[in-house]
């Protein structure tokens, strides 16, 4: 992996177990744990070896079902990551089979990151949370931050309800349609094997922009630009508004991840 700096886990309401098992999962060699059996733990922890040293710990924020209190404790500082135990029996062994390779080397790329479940993410006011945190840490006033916001709204909304819950869009014409949308997304919210499916944001700024990756474990999707008309983006997914807010759009990931760049 060569992560450049020691990782320190701690836990909101999760027990011993479950942290020595998401540092295995991360790929991280546990070094020790105190207090975690009552559920507030802390455990350091050993990345692979690397060439870069002197550099302060990383602390990732461990978290069971979390209130949006608990959310909100994991994208404060000096938290780099708040990071979500998902049910593996539930969501199926692919689901963090690859969490140390695909997560752990976004903590050098990205200052702060949150990965949830999709019921959670479904469930919390996490764009609002998420974006609090960033314009609190990355605080650059010239940034339009309504519009920031409204951007990784939609970003969320398309990976929770499109990518992990696999619920198509609807035209917004017919009210019977909109049952149909809203029965579809109540009986997915059900099964474990989407609702357990993570979602996961990231950030990194400096002084001149702002760039967010929201990523999902969906089926993906593939952008209709055969017929080149203006309303491309906004056919797809609601990403017209993700298109027309930020000032720049990258969509990678056979459409499981979205990146866009705010200039500030």
């Not at 479904?122 to 764009?127: E, G, L, R």
């Not at 992990?164 to 029965?183: A, C, D, I, M, P």
């Amino acid at each position: 992996m060569g992560f450049s700096q020691p990782i320190v886990l701690q836990a909101i309401g999760v027990n011993s177990h479950d942290i020595r098992e998401m540092a295995h999962r991360l790929g991280l060699e546990a070094a020790s744990t105190d207090g975690a059996a009552a559920g507030m733990g802390t455990m350091s922890a050993t990345p692979l070896p690397s060439e870069a040293a002197g550099a302060g710990p990383r602390i990732l924020m461990l978290l069971s079902d979390p209130s949006e209190t608990e959310i909100e404790k994991a994208v404060k500082p000096p938290i780099s990551a708040g990071l979500e135990v998902i049910d593996i029996a539930a969501a199926g062994e692919e689901a963090d089979t690859s969490l140390g390779q695909e997560f752990m080397p976004l903590l050098d790329q990205y200052q702060m990151q949150l990965s949830l479940s999709a019921a959670t993410a479904y469930d919390s006011n996490v764009a609002r949370i998420f974006c609090q945190a960033l314009a609190e840490r990355a605080a650059p006033p010239k940034c339009d931050w309504p519009m920031l916001q409204i951007a990784v709204h939609e970003a969320l909304a398309n990976a929770v309800i499109h990518g992990s819950l696999e619920v198509g869009s609807f035209s917004r014409t017919s009210l019977q349609e909109f049952e149909t949308y809203n029965k579809e997304i109540s009986t997915r919210l059900k099964d474990k094997s989407f609702t357990q499916r993570r979602v996961t944001l990231s950030a990194r700024w400096d002084e001149d922009e702002i760039e967010i990756r929201v990523q999902d474990q969906g089926p993906g999707f593939i952008l209709d630009r055969q017929a080149g008309a203006a309303n491309d983006f906004a056919s797809e997914r609601g990403l017209g508004i993700i298109h027309e807010a930020a000032d720049l759009v990258q969509i990678q990931d056979g459409g499981r991840r979205v990146i866009f760049t705010f200039a500030c």
